[in-house]
């Protein structure tokens, strides 16, 4: 127990009848002190984390929730699944390269075949649908349309991406375009380092525009580099 001590506030007359006794405050001993800045501080925390846990789970609502115009597909590469490397004019990129080259890939396999998706296009296509998929991106192949990296536009190229792009509208999947997806035509790094030189630019904007002027009519996603 502690001993305590009374403040005596006196105010106007002092008249100490039962309903005129001045105001008596006690003074706390330590211990009482103690105590009460624990409870204090433990009402503080559990405020704390109370706001923090509501905070919480209303960031974890947010990621949960997608947008209503967020849109669901499925993606691939020109190098991963088209094959068909030495058809219809297809230049080498360097992909091509990389993988005739011993030590380079485990099991020596290579994109030269892959999915064969260049022959089958029309079968892929079906059994997108048939999963309900309603987008798909795509990316297009450098060398495909240009052999040499620029120069003239292989129409074979030109007339592969047209069926493939008409074919997904017929079965009501819009078509995504990636315009680089690291198969980089082998003609422009022998030439001059590809990205590494500044000559790149010009040769990118000339195949970029030819895709734009191409299949722009009827593909309104783009995606420059995958």
């Known amino acids: 127990a502690c001993e305590s001590t009374k403040l005596i506030l006196i105010q106007g007359n002092q008249d100490t009848s039962e309903n005129n006794r001045p105001f008596q405050y006690p003074?706390?001993?330590?211990?009482?002190r103690v105590c009460i800045t624990i409870v204090m501080a433990?009402?503080?925390?559990?405020?704390?984390?109370?706001y923090g846990d509501q905070s919480r789970r209303k960031r974890l609502q947010m990621y949960h929730v997608f947008?209503?115009?967020?849109?669901?597909?499925?993606?691939?590469?020109?190098?991963?699944?088209?094959?068909?490397?030495?058809?219809?004019?297809?230049?080498?990129?360097?992909?091509?390269?990389?993988?005739?080259?011993?030590?380079?890939i485990v099991d020596g396999s290579s994109g030269a075949v892959a999915c064969d998706h260049y022959h089958?296009?029309?079968?892929?296509?079906?059994?997108?649908?048939?999963?309900?998929?309603?987008?798909?991106?795509?990316?297009?192949?450098?060398?495909?349309?240009?052999?040499?990296?620029?120069?003239?536009?292989?129409?074979?190229?030109?007339?592969?991406?047209?069926h493939l792009i008409d074919t997904l509208l017929e079965h009501d999947i819009e078509p995504w375009i990636t315009l680089y997806h690291w198969d980089l035509p082998q003609a422009l790094e022998d030439r001059y380092g590809g990205w590494l030189n500044v000559s790149i630019v010009d040769d990118f904007g000339n195949y970029a525009r030819?895709?734009?002027?191409?299949?722009?009519?009827?593909?309104?996603?783009?995606?420059?580099?995958?």
Not at 27 to 32: P, Y
């Open 27 to 32: 003074q706390m001993c330590s211990l009482q």
């Open 42 to 50: 433990l009402l503080v925390i559990g405020g704390v984390m109370l």
């Open 67 to 104: 947008p209503e115009n967020f849109v669901w597909g499925v993606a691939t590469s020109s190098y991963q699944i088209e094959g068909a490397v030495h058809e219809d004019g297809r230049g080498d990129s360097i992909w091509d390269t990389y993988c005739t080259i011993q030590g380079n």
């Open 120 to 162: 089958r296009v029309d079968d892929d296509i079906k059994l997108m649908k048939q999963l309900g998929i309603k987008a798909y991106r795509f990316s297009i192949s450098w060398p495909r349309l240009f052999p040499r990296g620029t120069g003239q536009v292989n129409l074979a190229g030109i007339a592969f991406y047209n």
């Open 210 to 226: 030819t895709c734009f002027q191409a299949f722009g009519d009827r593909v309104k996603n783009w995606i420059t580099i995958n």
